[in-house]
């Protein structure tokens, strides 16, 4: 259950950020023809994922019915972090098209520092401790894990993920409203 809980998590924000990334890109087509607002492009990307995601938790639901356990307020802390991400990553895409290889190498960095495969134990005590208490993710996994086996939430981690999320929504709207205009020259 420890891992499949990381692993899910970690797997909808890698595959939703991924597809935001090229959903302006890939839906040029239609931007150039019909207007739509675009941001709509990234956000159907992530609800989509996020769908998906919530289809594949049928066994940790199983699991947490049996545990008495009703974890969605921390699926949602999830849901607007990979939305804000996506965002700054599909305004990014549009300008920059090697993001989508930068990306994928960024995510397996994050993979790495999200203790989906290890227990943080030893790496929270050591002088290393800061790679896992600032990113979000691993604060986010660690959040869910910890309403899974019915631990006390850690009110610090939940804190620095919703701020985290805010503001990088904050930052990728701002951004993809800013840039949206010329997203037709680039795509």
């Not at 993001?99 to 290393?128: D, H, Q, R």
Request: aromatic letters at 18%.
């Amino acid at each position: 259950v420890y891992i499949l809980t990381g692993r899910l998590m970690y797997s909808y924000f890698s595959s939703s950020t991924t597809r935001a990334l090229k959903s302006v890109r890939a839906n040029a087509g239609m931007i150039k023809k019909v207007y739509v607002p675009k941001y709509i492009y990234p956000l159907s990307s992530v609800l989509y994922n996020y769908v998906i995601f919530l289809i594949s938790l049928i066994v940790l639901a199983i699991v947490s019915v049996v545990l008495g356990i009703q974890p969605t307020i921390y699926m949602l802390l999830l849901l607007l972090l990979s939305y804000g991400f996506g965002m700054i990553l599909s305004t990014i895409g549009v300008f920059f098209r090697d993001m989508e290889y930068l990306w994928s190498v960024a995510l397996m960095i994050i993979m790495y520092t999200c203790a989906i495969f290890y227990y943080p134990s030893k790496l929270l005590k050591s002088g290393f401790s800061w790679i896992l208490k600032f990113n979000p993710l691993y604060c986010t996994i660690s959040i869910f894990r910890s309403a899974m086996f019915g631990e006390m939430m850690n009110m610090h981690y939940f804190a620095y993920a919703l701020g985290f999320s805010v503001v990088s929504i904050l930052i990728g709207m701002i951004c993809f409203k800013k840039k949206q205009d010329e997203f037709i020259l680039y795509i």
